[in-house]
């Protein structure tokens, strides 16, 4: 037996993920759903209405009465529009706001609030909430509601979900219902991601528990057989997402205590220990192939599961297994080919120094120049001074002369997800790009001389398997003379780099790395920021931080690092 009709109950859907900067003016059509596998569409014989709405945005006391029956005055919201929806006879309509917020750490967001009205009174209030400025290549589209003679469909262009409405208000079409789990099978694993968040707001916001039990349960089946599949073909990455959502279904179904829970939750169980014995096969072979960047991101991966498995067989095992491969790996990072003979400390910094790699617009803080290390002094603009790094004698005050080309400028951007592009704008007010779209890995700076003069390092993600066997790729190494430069992140002759302060990375092997301290006394987190090696190799300053919870005033102490080549 249904319950009574459902009236002004909030309908909240986090679009959380990532999205595009939201665009207020009204839609002057609804849209024909998509053909490529969608999810949910209307039922064959009440298409989505194809002729333009009517819209008429509100304005002054009609706008805050809205506002005051939707409980929405708290929020800063912009503009406001009610359109026609045809849903019912009678009076139906579709009020659009667009508002904007702020979550916790401060970041902006955009919100797109629909509710649908029949005869003055409001049945739900849909929310699309989604960042005003995503990670570039991460966007995702606007959600849509469209509206059609008894019911309406909402989400996302690909996999709307569709809605019936009655005298008890709104609930899920049955029709759609019975094509669930072939739609379902049929869609990407990008389309099940948006499918699950809408699943969510609708039993939040409709209290129709009986048919969002068995489409949780649908979804949750398709994303078991999926891992599965991905397991048989020894692909962890794509089994490891699609578990990451299975996960969190099954969560919500038993804490719900779903009928079906407790037999999905051992099909799920048998797929989590198949994946983590896989991934821990191929930190093995990673290992044996001296690749411990690969190793160490399947460990990383494997050790997250095991924190939250329970203490018993044969999760104790595989953690046993995995902190072997992980001693294993610190071993091989402590045998760094490079290390330190002596340390100096010849000087104090007032504030974060930047280094030639940095490309500041103003010139670096700190660069060599031959054998001398060259500091400028924040507290005299303009001026510099210059230690010998052999004598560790300071020369007295002089000109600021940055070793940088002035007016040219190089710059790291990823214009989509995981790619990467070098831009290097020139005094005359052009630039000139070197492209690397097809990418798949960080562009780093590792070297920096003057005009077009650089070194970049493209960095394979560590847990890419498709690159295993190919070492990093290394641009202008052969054409930029490290003796002649301003210092780099470039060490042993051109076959180490920094990746980091306390890592250091082959040039021209793939997966090598090693940890590096400095060993200086009293400084257990080492260096700041990556050390600058001197155009010799002999040397390399390193900026100690300094403050603490006692002094948390910002100073760097400049310490000259003697290198030694294994």
């Known amino acids: 037996m249904k319950p009574a009709r459902l009236l002004a109950l909030p309908l909240l859907l986090c679009a959380c993920a990532t999205s595009s900067p939201r665009s207020p003016a009204p839609r002057a059509a609804d849209t024909t759903p998509p053909t490529e596998q969608p999810l949910p569409a209307a039922p064959p014989e009440a298409p989505a209405a194809s002729a333009p709405r009517e819209t008429r945005e509100l304005a002054g006391e009609e706008k805050e009465k809205v506002l005051g029956r939707l409980d929405l005055l708290d929020q800063e919201v912009d503009r406001v529009w009610l359109e026609s929806c045809p849903l019912a006879p ?29 005869d003055g009174e409001v049945l739900a209030v849909f929310e699309d909430r989604r960042r005003r400025y ?90 078991l057989a999926r891992a599965e599949r991905s397991l048989r073909a020894a692909k962890p990455s794509d089994a490891g997402a699609v578990l990451d959502r299975a996960r969190e279904v099954l969560s919500r179904a038993s804490k719900e205590e779903a ?23 191929e930190a093995e072979q990673a290992l044996d192939a001296e690749n411990d960047l ?45 290390w330190v003979a002596a340390r100096h400390k010849v000087g104090r910094l007032s504030s974060f120094p930047s280094v030639p790699t940095d490309d500041p617009e103003d010139g670096p803080d700190l660069f060599w120049r031959g054998g001398e290390l060259c500091v400028r002094q924040t507290e005299r603009a303009g001026r510099m001074r210059c230690v010998d790094a052999a004598t560790r004698r300071w020369k007295g005050r002089e000109p600021y002369v ?47 001389g003057r005009e077009y003069d650089f070194v970049i390092v493209a960095e394979r993600p560590a847990g890419d398997t498709s690159t295993v066997d190919a070492p ?33 990375r082959a040039t021209h092997v793939e997966g090598r790395s090693w940890r590096f301290s400095p060993g200086i006394p009293d400084a ?26 006692a002094d948390p005033r910002e100073a760097y102490a400049l310490w000259l690092l003697e290198l030694v080549r294994e």
Not at 479 to 486: E, F, V, W
């Open 472 to 504: 990093p790729r290394v641009e202008g190494l052969e054409s930029h003379d490290l003796a002649r430069g301003p210092g780099s992140l470039l060490a042993g002759g051109g076959e180490l780099y920094f990746a980091a302060p306390d890592e250091l």
């Open 294 to 338: 690969l190793a160490g991101a399947r460990l990383d991966a494997v050790h997250a599961t095991l924190s939250a498995a329970p203490a018993e067989e044969p999760w104790t095992s595989l953690g046993a297994r995995a902190s072997a491969l992980s001693g294993r790996v610190a071993a091989a990072r402590a045998r760094a080919p490079l």
């Open 134 to 223: 995503p990670p570039q290549g991460e966007e995702e589209p606007p959600w849509e509601v469209r509206c059609r003679p008894g019911g309406l469909d909402l989400g996302y262009p690909d996999d709307l979900v569709a809605l019936h409405l009655d005298e008890n208000g709104l609930w899920f079409d049955p029709r759609w219902g019975r094509e669930l789990p072939a739609r379902l099978d049929r869609a990407s694993d990008a389309t099940l991601a948006h499918f699950d968040a809408v699943l969510v707001a609708v039993r939040k916001g409709t209290g129709v528990d009986t048919d969002a039990d068995e489409a949780a349960e649908a979804l949750l089946r398709v994303l």
């Open 524 to 549: 257990p987190k080492g260096c700041a920021r990556e050390p600058l090696v001197s155009p010799d190799g002999k040397w390399a300053a390193c900026a100690v931080d300094l403050s603490s919870e």
């Open 90 to 118: 009678g009076r139906s309509e579709l009020l659009r706001a667009s508002a904007g917020t702020f979550d916790e750490g401060g970041l902006p967001w955009d919100i797109e609030l629909y509710a649908p009205r029949l």
């Open 259 to 281: 009928p079906w829970a407790s037999s999905l939750q051992a099909r799920a169980r048998a797929a989590e220990l198949a994946l983590l014995r896989l991934r821990l096969t």
């Open 402 to 448: 940055s070793p940088l080309s002035g007016g040219w400028q190089l710059s790291v951007e990823e214009p989509a997800k995981h790619q990467w592009r070098i831009l290097l704008s020139i005094p005359e007010g052009g630039a000139k790009q070197w492209n690397h779209l097809d990418w798949p890995g960080h562009l780093r700076v590792v070297a920096r």
